[in-house]
T-cell receptor, first 113, second 116 residues
């Protein structure tokens, strides 16, 4: 089962531009995480934002969370060729005493040199 | 190396055969997850453990799939009577969690299964 849904499914931008990806989810969450996956590889954790946080930064990454709209966005500023990858949001639900991590379908980002 | 390791990296098997994959999590992590991923899709949750207890198994998972985590350390995922539809990347991840809190998950490189 997948809770998150990323938008757009695919994004192609010029190197140096900013990339914005959105994620919508259905149920109450404890936290939301963003991951990156290079082709054929495992996923790498990028950033975690808790349900009581609205914005978080890490280097060139900026994540926002709007729990009233059940949505999050990931902004990558000053994109580089090495940012080409698939990006997934993942949610940890807010109800269970021991919660699993559920992934969305991902956004495939291509950076044109 | 203190990351999550999976073995084997690749497995080709004939339809109807049984296969078993192994995952060694980061040693201090109490939670271990198995996911399945097909091309162009996100990781699909299969099952997860907290220490040695299997907390949940996806309803999408048939009875041909079973997972264990004896002693709360490494885990195995077995698929019996494989079908062509089982061909996918099987990903293992581990994390540190308490109650409803869950930290970042660390993923292994995956086991790519091809059923011919």
């Amino acid at each position: 089962s997948q809770q998150g849904e990323e938008d757009p499914q695919a994004l192609s931008i010029q190197e140096g531009e900013n990339a914005t990806m959105n994620c919508s989810y259905k149920t109450s969450i404890n936290n939301l995480q963003w991951y990156r996956q290079n082709s054929g590889r495992g996923l790498v954790h990028l950033i975690l934002i808790r349900s009581n946080e609205r914005e978080k930064h890490s280097g060139r990454l900026r994540v926002t969370l709007d729990t009233s709209k059940k949505s999050s966005s990931l902004l990558i500023t000053a994109s580089r060729a090495a940012d080409t990858a698939s990006y997934f949001c993942a949610t940890v639900d807010g109800y269970s005493s021991a919660s699993k991590i559920i992934f969305g379908s991902g956004t495939r980002l291509s950076i044109r040199p | 190396d203190t990351g999550v390791s999976q073995d084997p990296r690749h497995k080709i098997t004939k339809r109807g055969q049984n296969v078993t994959f192994r995952c060694d999590p980061i040693s201090e992590h109490n939670r271990l997850y198995w996911y399945r991923q097909t091309l162009g899709q996100g990781p699909e949750f299969l099952t997860y453990f907290q220490n040695e207890a299997q907390l949940e198994k996806s309803r999408l998972l048939s009875d041909r799939f079973s997972a264990e985590r004896p002693k709360g350390s490494f885990s195995t995922l077995e698929i019996q009577r494989t079908e062509q539809g089982d061909s996918a990347m099987y990903l293992c991840a581990s994390s540190l969690g308490q109650g409803g809190e869950n930290t970042e998950a660390f993923f292994g490189q995956g086991t790519r299964l091809t059923v011919v």
